[in-house]
């Protein structure tokens, strides 16, 4: 492994509050909510327990040609609009395609197009599912589409660890870049499964929020009277290089992608550790990567769903690391604001967590009651400002499966 500087060269979004990343960042900061009833039929038909969630605010299908859209399932599209806004914004480097590679994630994958199909072979029979089916429900569906697109030749690999997918595809880039394997890589992960089916069972063990009556203010991380987290859908992306790739070119540099530590519970197949022994690893992991101590963390973006055992595990975990400093440094749980996009919400994550280092101030946490005295972390209904001087920021995945990541920035 090599010390070569991994570096943020674009980024993008598609997400709850925006069709882009600068329109996503803009609503965090204002405060806005992504959640909202839910209008369509099968809500109704179903006669679903939950009748909310944070969808994307621009459907894909009307951003992509519809060439294009029609042979990727929704959660592909979002992909692609996110790294086509990415790959513009660090400017569409000229790379050698053998030097591109692809790093993706998504925590179920083409939902909509399985279940499609399968309600269209009991109804019309086998003739009339689409010969396009496997390939868009595949869950390598995103990162071969962005293969194909961007021409990226180097490799093209999918992570699915749940919830904690994307911010492992973020370390693989991470790890990949070092290793020499290619210059630039295109990094993220995506979710679109806000479908009757994953409602009705995300519902069935009680892991939704049902405030059907406020769904603005559904998810609340960290106050006490917080009952589950919101489905959420979208993608974000990230443009890595090496650094000398990037200022061979003159790229602009968002921030530095300086560590990253994956680890796992071994615990139970939906509880994290109580103990939150895994969590702790994956974050020391990443600031022994990183060559930094707990005390150089400045900032946090924490996993923070607003499930009740969710937020006071991840609390633990953090208290073994920092400490009583816990308790003082700045951070945001920005899923109050998204809801919880599965196997897209690291990256999206890791889009906010570079943009609070780029401006200085950590994101507002909306929807915070009274605070849950279990999950202390230092919140705000605000903007915090970070501060002068060197800054580091840490942002947090776990998932179903006992999957822990950690992903670690600095200014650039």
């Given at each position: 492994?090599?010390?070569?500087?991994?570096?943020?060269?674009?980024?993008?979004?598609?997400?709850?509050?925006?069709?882009?990343?600068?329109?996503?960042?803009?609503?965090?900061?204002?405060?806005?909510?992504?959640?909202?009833?839910?209008?369509?039929?099968?809500?109704?038909?179903?006669?679903?327990?939950?009748?909310?969630?944070a969808?994307?605010?621009?459907?894909?299908?009307?951003?992509?040609?519809?060439?294009?859209?029609?042979?990727?399932?929704?959660?592909?599209?979002?992909a692609?609009?996110?790294?086509?806004?990415?790959?513009?914004?660090?400017?569409?480097?000229?790379?050698?395609?053998?030097?591109?590679?692809?790093?993706?994630?998504?925590?179920?994958?083409?939902?909509?197009?399985?279940?499609?199909?399968?309600?269209?072979?009991?109804?019309?029979?086998?003739?009339?599912?689409?010969?396009?089916?496997?390939?868009?429900?595949?869950?390598?569906?995103?990162?071969?589409?962005?293969?194909?697109?961007?021409?990226?030749?180097?490799?093209?690999?999918?992570?699915?660890?749940?919830?904690?997918?994307?911010?492992?595809?973020?370390?693989?880039?991470?790890?990949?870049?070092?290793?020499?394997?290619?210059?630039?890589?295109?990094?993220?992960g995506?979710?679109?499964?806000?479908h009757?089916?994953?409602?009705?069972?995300?519902a069935?063990?009680?892991?939704?929020?049902?405030?059907?009556?406020?769904?603005?203010?559904?998810?609340?991380?960290?106050?006490?009277?917080?009952?589950?987290?919101v489905?959420?859908e979208?993608?974000?992306?990230?443009?890595?290089?090496?650094?000398?790739h990037?200022?061979?070119?003159?790229?602009?540099?968002?921030?530095?992608?300086?560590?990253?530590?994956?680890?796992?519970?071994?615990?139970?197949?939906?509880?994290?550790?109580?103990?939150?022994?895994?969590?702790?690893?994956?974050?020391?992991?990443?600031?022994?990567?990183?060559?930094?101590?707990?005390?150089?963390?400045?900032?946090?973006?924490?996993?923070?769903?607003?499930t009740?055992?969710?937020?006071?595990?991840?609390?633990?975990?953090?208290?073994?690391?920092?400490?009583?400093?816990i308790?003082?440094?700045?951070?945001?749980?920005?899923?109050?604001?998204?809801?919880?996009?599965?196997?897209?919400?690291?990256?999206?994550?890791?889009?906010?967590?570079?943009l609070?280092?780029?401006?200085?101030?950590?994101?507002?946490?909306?929807?915070?009651?009274?605070?849950?005295?279990?999950?202390?972390?230092?919140?705000?209904?605000?903007?915090?400002?970070?501060?002068?001087?060197?800054?580091?920021?840490?942002?947090?995945?776990?998932?179903?499966?006992?999957?822990?990541?950690?992903?670690?920035?600095?200014?650039?």
């Open positions: 492994m090599s010390t070569s500087r991994i570096v943020v060269t674009g980024i993008g979004a598609s997400s709850p509050l925006g069709g882009t990343a600068p329109e996503s960042w803009s609503a965090l900061l204002n405060g806005v909510s992504g959640t909202r009833t839910l209008e369509h039929e099968w809500v109704e038909k179903y006669n679903l327990p939950v009748t909310f969630a969808e994307g605010a621009v459907r894909p299908d009307t951003v992509l040609a519809r060439p294009m859209a029609k042979r990727l399932d929704p959660s592909s599209q979002f692609m609009v996110a790294a086509m806004e990415a790959w513009a914004d660090a400017g569409a480097p000229e790379v050698d395609p053998d030097r591109l590679g692809v790093d993706f994630a998504t925590g179920i994958g083409g939902l909509w197009t399985l279940l499609d199909a399968w309600d269209t072979l009991r109804e019309k029979g086998p003739r009339r599912v689409m010969p396009m089916t496997v390939p868009m429900l595949m869950p390598n569906a995103a990162a071969g589409n962005l293969s194909l697109h961007f021409g990226a030749r180097a490799f093209a690999r999918t992570v699915a660890s749940a919830c904690a997918s994307s911010t492992e595809s973020i370390v693989n880039a991470f790890e990949h870049l070092r290793a020499g394997l290619a210059d630039v890589v295109i990094a993220g995506t979710e679109s499964a806000i009757p089916l994953t409602m009705a069972a995300f069935s063990m009680q892991a939704l929020s049902r405030r059907n009556d406020d769904p603005a203010h559904a998810s609340r991380p960290a106050s006490i009277d917080r009952d589950g987290f489905m959420g979208g993608a974000a992306v990230l443009v890595l290089e090496t650094e000398e990037a200022k061979a070119r003159g790229a602009k540099i968002y921030a530095v992608v300086v560590g990253g530590g994956v680890t796992a519970d071994s615990y139970h197949i939906t509880a994290n550790d109580p103990d939150g022994h895994g969590a702790a690893r994956a974050v020391r992991l990443a600031l022994e990567v990183a060559d930094a101590s707990p005390d150089d963390v400045t900032h946090i973006n924490a996993h923070a769903t607003s009740p055992v969710g937020d006071p595990n991840e609390y633990s975990a953090l208290k073994q690391v920092f400490g009583d400093r308790d003082e440094i700045p951070v945001s749980a920005t899923k109050a604001s998204t809801g919880h996009l599965l196997g897209g919400t690291g990256a999206l994550e890791a889009v906010f967590t570079i609070a280092l780029r401006e200085r101030q950590a994101p507002p946490t909306i929807n915070l009651t009274t605070q849950d005295p279990e999950v202390p972390f230092r919140l705000s209904g605000s903007t915090i400002p970070l501060g002068d001087g060197d800054q580091l920021a840490i942002s947090n995945s776990f998932g179903f499966g006992g999957h822990n990541a950690v992903v670690a920035f600095t200014t650039a």
